[in-house]
């Protein structure tokens, strides 16, 4: 499945009652989704981080969608690798 599909079987799925939440509904959903993923991250067994995986990428598709924003335009960011200095890998300096 692609980020496109993804985001269109999400969309079939929950869309209505997404859009009936709002983004600023779904978002505070995101948000703790979010958390779980860094519990399964910090404590979880392989399972429990990827269903808590899934469940983050289908909530940011969810607000993708309800905010008009397509996955396959969105990740064109990143075609020609990093933003900043178009290198694979990227050769910014790294922050401290």
Do not use: N
């Amino acid at each position: 499945m692609t980020l496109d599909e993804f985001q269109k079987q999400i969309e079939a799925i929950y869309y209505e009652r997404d859009r009936r939440r709002g983004v600023g509904g779904t978002f505070m959903w995101f948000v703790e989704e979010v958390g779980e993923l860094s519990t399964a991250i910090r404590d979880g067994d392989e399972a429990s981080k990827l269903e808590e995986f899934a469940d983050c990428l289908a909530w940011l598709a969810t607000l993708a969608s309800l905010s008009g924003i397509r996955w396959e335009d969105a990740i064109q960011k990143y075609a020609d690798g990093c933003p900043r200095c178009h290198r694979t890998p990227c050769a910014c300096p790294e922050k401290p």
